[in-house]
């Protein structure tokens, strides 16, 4: 249901985001600067500002981060803030967003795992509110299928909220229950 709202302006995205933009080293003045210049081009709605500004975020981080880890981190960081805004601000299921987001921390955990010593697999973790991941509670897959990540039907997710389905890193046992080192 599409409420009447009141037009937001640069005032209200520097109330709300502002420690999200310091994390990435922009500060007020950046932030005020560029959007005088941003719009003169085009009709002036801040929250297209403000995902011109996620994606500028993300092609930065694309190209300027050295450390793998810190890269993955950066991007679940700005993944985080766009599925917040387009789910809480715009009231879209933003599951593509998540899905991305969801493919990113199956590398982060990749990557901060590497040097676990055991073998892996992951498992999906599904809220008890969404009818379409249900069947795929606790389900394991593997690392590969995890990094495909075709298995959790985002674009059916039921949730009117949007999915919260999860992929998280779940050690192999043998039959006697221990850990499988490598
Ligand atoms: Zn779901």
């Not at 805004?85 to 493919?103: L, S």
């Not at 073998?119 to 509670?137: G, R, V, W």
Request: proline content about 3%.
């Amino acid at each position: 249901m599409p409420r009447k709202k009141k037009k937001k302006t640069i005032d209200w995205l520097i109330q709300n985001y502002m420690p999200f933009f310091e994390k990435f080293g922009m500060n007020e003045g950046n932030i005020i600067r560029h959007h005088k210049s941003w719009k003169e081009n085009r009709p002036d709605y801040v929250e297209d500002y403000l995902w011109f500004i996620f994606n500028h975020l993300l092609h930065e981080n694309g190209h300027q981060s050295e450390d793998i880890i810190g890269f993955y981190e950066r991007n679940e960081i700005i993944y985080r803030e766009m599925i917040s805004f387009r789910r809480r601000i715009e009231g879209k299921k933003a599951n593509e967003i998540y899905k991305a987001y969801n493919r990113n921390s199956v590398e982060l955990a990749i990557e901060s795992n590497a040097d676990i010593g055991v073998e892996y697999d992951f498992t999906i973790i599904t809220p008890s509110d969404c009818e379409a991941c249900q069947h795929l509670t606790n389900k394991i897959i593997s690392k590969k299928e995890a990094l495909e990540n075709d298995t959790i039907p985002y674009e059916k997710c039921a949730r009117k909220q949007g999915c919260v389905c999860l992929l998280s890193i779940m050690p192999r046992r043998d039959e006697n229950g221990r850990l499988i080192f490598i």
